[in-house]
C-alpha cells in the first residue's frame, strides 16, 4: 500500500543519515477502503491526492511542534510502499498506522514546499491547534498555506534538496 507519511526535513535528514526513519506514532495516511466509501466519485489518483493533502496537513501540526532550527519551514510528506499499513478510521478515513520504521528503500518519493510557500506555512503551522478547534481566520491562513503545491523528489534527489536548502 503506498502510504503518504507527514514528516518535516528534519525527518528527510535523518531518513538519509540513518537509512530508516519512523514516523511519528507511525501514523501515516493512505487510500483506505473507508476513504473510497466517504467519496461518492472520484479515481485513486483523486483520493490518493486526498490522502496527501490530509499528511500534509499533518506535517504542519508537526512544525508547530518543532523548534526553530537551522532548517527552513517546509510541509514534507514521504510517500513510501508498506505491506504493514493498517487503516485507523477511529481517528479519519485516511488515517492508517505502520508498525515499524520506514527505510530508504521502502521510499517512493517525497513532497516537499517550496521556498515561496514558506511564510504561509511558518503562519499555519502557527495557527493550526486554533484552526482545529473552528477559528476562522486560523482555517483562512491554513488555506494560505494549502494553496502552495507540494514539489515532488524522487529519491535520489534528496541528498541534493538537503544542500540546497
Not at 138 to 151: I, R, V, Y
Request: hydrophobic share 45%; proline share 5%; aromatic share 4%.
Amino acid at each position: 500500500m503506498r502510504v503518504f507519511l507527514p514528516a518535516t526535513l528534519a525527518d528527510v535528514q535523518r531518513l538519509l543519515a540513518d537509512g530508516q526513519w519512523m514516523p511519528l506514532g507511525g501514523t501515516g495516511f493512505a487510500l483506505t477502503p473507508a476513504l473510497r466509501e466517504a467519496y461518492v466519485s472520484g479515481d485513486d489518483e483523486e483520493l490518493a491526492e486526498i490522502a496527501l493533502r490530509d499528511a500534509a496537513r499533518a506535517s504542519l501540526r508537526l512544525l508547530s511542534a518543532q523548534e526553530d532550527g537551522e532548517l527552513p519551514v517546509r510541509r514534507v510528506v514521504v510517500v513510501a510502499e508498506r505491506d504493514d499499513a493498517s487503516p485507523r478510521p477511529d481517528l479519519d478515513d485516511a488515517v492508517v498506522r505502520i508498525s515499524g520504521p520506514v527505510s530508504t528503500d521502502q521510499v517512493v518519493a517525497v513532497h516537499v514546499d517550496d521556498g515561496a510557500a514558506e511564510p504561509a506555512v511558518r503562519a499555519a503551522a502557527e495557527c493550526i491547534d486554533v484552526a482545529d478547534l473552528g477559528d476562522e481566520d486560523a482555517e483562512l491562513t491554513l488555506g494560505d498555506a494549502e494553496d502552495h503545491d507540494l514539489a515532488w523528489y524522487a529519491t535520489q534527489e534528496l541528498p541534493f534538496l538537503l544542500e540546497l536548502l
